[in-house]
């Protein structure tokens, strides 16, 4: 079946380690995007690519990296320079064409905890 | 992308219908409407999209006023399983653009007894 996966489900870390959060679609899609989500709030774009080797910040893109080598994978890590990582993280990709077939389909999500 | 505005939150009683509302005041002739919801601690899901016309799927029903400054998503009769955030954005559908897709905080829909 095709989808998009994110790995791990949940991830702990200490303080001060980058971690790099996986975020993998069979659907070949496009686009690709990462969103950072604090409890109670909505979503908030981090980065998002719309094509192999090319990506562009989103809102709150300080502290975060991220690659698009491959059309299926779109890696997030975050820095020890972000200053409160602790989140739930969103991987979404979508089509890029007409016709408004545009949807997004969203991972599972990753919860990172940093202590 | 133009930006939406939802109300933070609303109440429904089961096998009512629900409508939530959704303003796009800005919205620009190609931009698309598109609704997802999410349910706790899960990814967002799609549930609808429309340019124009209203639209009607096997979730929900869209229907666009026609100066397009506004959408209302109905949920024909709700049950406690649609306990939700309800996201509301527009976004451009053109071939070889890809839009930032931006998220507001959404309408937080209670189903209740």
């Known amino acids: 079946d095709g989808g998009i996966t994110q790995s791990p489900k949940y991830l702990f870390r200490k303080e001060g380690q980058n971690v790099t959060l996986s975020c993998e679609q069979n659907?070949?899609?496009?686009?690709m995007y990462w969103y950072r989500q604090d409890p109670g709030q909505g979503l908030r774009l981090i980065y998002y690519?719309?094509?192999?080797?090319?990506?562009q910040k989103g809102d709150i893109a300080e502290g975060y990296s991220v690659s698009r080598e491959k059309k299926e994978s779109f890696p997030l890590t975050v820095t020890s320079a972000q200053k409160n990582p602790t989140a739930f993280y969103l991987c979404?990709?979508?089509?890029?064409?007409?016709?408004?077939?545009?949807?997004?389909?969203f991972g599972q999500g990753t919860r990172l905890t940093v202590v | 992308d133009a930006k939406t505005t939802q109300p933070t939150s609303m109440d429904c009683a089961e096998g009512r219908a629900a409508n939530l509302p959704c303003n796009h005041s800005?919205?620009?002739?190609?931009?698309?409407v598109y609704w997802y919801r999410q349910i706790h601690s899960q990814g967002p899901q799609y549930i609808i999209h429309g340019l124009k016309n209203n639209e009607t799927n096997e979730m929900a029903s869209l229907i666009i006023t026609e100066d397009r400054k506004s959408s209302t998503l109905i949920l024909p009769h709700a049950t406690l399983r649609d306990t939700a955030v309800y996201y509301c954005?527009?976004?451009?559908?053109?071939?070889?653009?890809?839009?930032?897709?931006?998220f507001g905080t959404g309408t937080r829909l209670q189903v209740t007894l």
């Open positions: 659907l070949n899609h496009d686009a």
């Open positions: 690519s719309q094509i192999v080797n090319d990506f």
């Open positions: 954005i527009v976004r451009v559908a053109e071939s070889g653009t890809a839009s930032k897709l931006t």
């Open positions: 800005t919205i620009s002739g190609n931009e698309y």
């Open positions: 979404a990709s979508t089509l890029v064409g007409g016709r408004g077939n545009t949807e997004a389909f």
